[in-house]
């Protein structure tokens, strides 16, 4: 690796103080240690280039967001992965999901045609070329296809609906988004699809882009630099709809909820508030906080790619030690905004045994009461 790269990402200004380390939400359960890792590649730029360690990362930020001299650790990593998928060198899982959205335009291994099947009996407009919309709502691969995610989408666009939104999808035409792409190191297929899903996009008219998952928001917003259109996520246009008086909840639930901040709302780009607020109109009691929550909240372990790279350990994942949190709260609910958290809490529900007494929900199914989007299968 040059000193050019190194130079780029800011590597030469680390002083070995280790808060990125000690801040690191999977350093304690894997072999993953940033302040090292940062220090062997200077002596030692091409055994550690080779590493598997960069492959526990769930690129969070929260190293970055400690780091006092403004290293921009997660690019790093990022470069170091995109080095070894240059070579071959990924994991099995990771590379078939890379394949699957190059294939069919999203990492599930499922076919295009089967995109728009969440929608069941929701009435919901599916945007023809030169159709002109207030809002694209971009459903995203994991709540098109993810059973319990499904859940997710068909309450958002129930809102919408309600609320009189003017708005519309892109069914079958909708591709990955490509944010789990370039964290993955596959730098050319997330440029191709930055490419194409600019292009997709300039074939219709609308105002706005309405992200059901923080990843998808996170990639339009900041890394999408020829997409002229505001990017918000879900929950900052349902806190207008609420404040505006254009949607209201007419039955609040009872039950205790707390909420989970995911990474990429939270402490990629900063949206705390827009959540809360929309939680607090929904329910009855006081809303519950993690004692780690806000920018120190932990990661689920759901970006990154790691929703298709396994990492061995003897310790249990921090979506574990979340769900654990939340039950010693007293909480029936735990609350998020992101279809990876959804699905990483869910798995760590039935693995603490704790089926019978908290589930996980979408802040759209909790709005929405929709039962189905519990833990059960």
Known sequence: MSLDVLEQWDVLKCMQCGRCTGGCPVAIRTVLNIRKLIYQNLRERKKWLQSKDIWCCTTCSTCALRCPKGV??????????GYQV??????????????????????????????????????????????????????????????????????????????????????????????????????????????????????????????????????????????????????????????????????????????????????????????RIVINNAISGELIEFDRCRERSMCCEGGGGRMWIEVESDMPRTAEERVKDADYSKAEIIATSCPFCLLTLSDAIKTAGLEDKISVKDICSIISDEEEGSTEE
């Open 72 to 81: 921009n650790i997660v690019d790093y990593i990022m470069s170091l992965r």
């Open 86 to 275: 240059e070579r071959g060198k990924i994991e099995p899982a990771a590379r078939d999901a890379l394949e699957s959205i190059l294939k069919h335009g999203n990492p599930w291994g499922r076919v295009r045609e089967k995109r728009t099947e969440w929608i069941r009996d929701e009435k919901v407009k599916i945007l023809s070329e030169g159709d002109s919309v207030d809002t694209l709502l971009f459903v995203g691969c994991t709540p098109a296809y993810d059973p319990k995610a499904q859940y997710s989408a068909r309450a958002l666009v129930r809102i919408l609906n309600e609320a009189g939104i003017d708005y519309g999808i892109l069914g079958t035409m909708e591709t990955c988004c490509g944010n789990e792409v370039k964290r993955m190191g596959e730098e050319g297929l997330f440029e191709m699809l930055v490419e194409e899903n600019t292009e997709l996009f300039n074939k219709y008219s609308f105002k706005r882009i309405v992200t059901i998952s923080p990843h998808c928001y996170n990639t339009f917003k900041n890394e999408y630099e020829g997409l002229q259109v505001e990017v918000i996520h879900y929950t900052q246009l349902l806190r207008e709809l609420m404040e505006s008086g254009v949607f209201k909840v007419d039955e609040k639930i009872s039950k205790s909820v707390i909420f989970h901040d995911p990474c990429f709302l939270g402490k990629q780009n900063g949206i705390y508030d827009d959540p």
